[in-house]
């Protein structure tokens, strides 16, 4: 058993992902009737109107596959665990309405030679919450720092509960089954996008309806560095576009709520 077993079960079970999230701080002022808080990326910044491409789906950008959780944005109402599928892993759950294309994915992956390891999918608000304080205890207990460094540093490598997509069963972290046994330092490092597994994950996964939902390059925009291993799903449709025109789902959405 790889010696960092240890670090990928707390990966599993609390969601300690790795990410380096390039927004440390979310706004203040939010509003609960709306699906996402106002967020202030570099590409929102623009004057200009985005002109509507004439191939653009004719998706409603306010439907459930689309909703918009991360750093700068907050989850309006979390799912209800009734509405949530165990996945055959028997391990993690996800939105139910995607599991059959999920499961599709992983079969197609193992067909092409590339089975899947699922390292997280749903987990609650709740769960978040208790391993971001934790962490924030255990370094002002063991590095002496006050309560705003420890949240601080904490926020580099943890999502603050309540901005994470995993709150909507609808992201999965993933990797194949040759680099989880075998990875050099790191289970979920952004080398892993050079590999064979991760390339094939990328190319296929909009025909079943997921998108490499942080890209290379484009922290800016997410809020959040490269993550080859997280999948989000948004739909066929929807994620053959984004994929096509090498889009995020923030400038996607920005595109179907143009006039």
Do not use: C
Request: charged content about 25%; hydrophobic content about 35%.
């Amino acid at each position: 058993m790889k010696k960092t077993v240890g670090l990928l079960s707390m990966i599993a079970m609390f969601g300690m992902t790795g990410y380096s999230l390039f927004y440390s701080n979310k706004d203040t002022d939010t509003n609960a009737d709306k699906l996402t808080v106002a967020s202030t990326y570099s590409f929102e910044q623009s004057s200009e109107q985005a002109k509507k491409p004439k191939d653009l789906p004719d998706a409603d950008p306010d439907l459930w596959d689309l909703v918009l959780v991360g750093p700068k944005n907050e989850i309006s109402q979390e799912i209800d665990e009734t509405e949530l599928a165990t996945l055959s892993d028997n391990s993690h759950q996800v939105d139910s309405r995607i599991a059959a294309d999920y499961e599709a994915f992983s079969t197609a992956a193992t067909e092409a030679g590339y089975p899947l390891v699922i390292i997280s999918a749903y987990r609650s608000v709740a769960a978040q919450q208790e391993v971001f304080s934790t962490n924030v205890n255990s370094l002002m207990s063991s590095e002496g720092l006050s309560e705003a460094d420890a949240i601080a540093k904490t926020k580099e490598t943890i999502t603050e509960s309540g901005y994470s997509e995993h709150h909507t069963g609808l992201a999965v972290d993933i990797v194949d089954q040759e680099w989880y046994n075998n990875y050099p330092s790191q289970l979920l490092d952004a080398s892993y996008g050079s590999q064979p597994g991760a390339q094939w994950i990328a190319e296929n996964a909009p025909e079943y309806g997921f998108i490499i939902r942080y890209p290379e390059n484009e922290e800016d925009i997410t809020g959040i560095t490269y993550e080859p291993w997280h999948i989000r799903y948004v739909g066929r449709e929807n994620a053959e576009y984004i994929t096509k025109n090498n889009l995020t789902l923030e400038e996607y959405l920005k595109l179907l709520s143009s006039n």
